[in-house]
């Protein structure tokens, strides 16, 4: 049980990186690269900067809250119920995070024409 629930923790939440960093590094980079027009790549640049921090921020509750869990995983005693609790805050902060980086992605939208939106996400061939 502890292993799997180890397992499932790794493959959920990560060890302490986020792919979503990466994308996010690309997506700066491309907003550099595509977006010519000075008032545009600003406001995305800012966009792209929350998003970072959104991430950023998740990982670091995450931090904490595994090692909460992890005192209580690691406790013999510690009843399913409170090791549910520990999880409970992953959970939230992931799906919050996750909401926030939506609602910034329509932002970015909102601020880029149809032709940047294009070159910076480029659409992926089947």
Do not use: C, N, Y
Not at 25 to 36: P, Y
Not at 69 to 87: F, H, Q, V
Request: glycine content about 4%; aromatic content about 4%.
């Amino acid at each position: 049980m502890l292993i799997a629930l180890t397992a499932f923790l790794i493959l959920h939440f990560g060890s302490g990186s986020s792919p979503m960093i990466v994308h996010l590094d690309q997506l700066e980079k491309a907003v550099k690269q595509f977006i010519t027009d000075d008032a545009h790549r600003e406001q995305a640049l800012k966009i792209v900067d929350r998003m970072k921090a959104t991430e950023k921020e998740l990982l670091e509750k995450q931090k904490k809250a595994i090692q909460s869990l992890d005192e209580k995983l690691g406790r013999r005693t510690a009843p399913a119920s409170e090791i549910e609790r520990a999880m409970a805050p992953m959970t939230a902060d992931t799906q919050a995070a996750r909401a926030k980086l939506l609602e910034l992605r329509f932002e970015l939208k909102a601020v880029l024409s149809a032709g940047e939106w294009a070159q910076v996400f480029p659409a992926k061939s089947p």
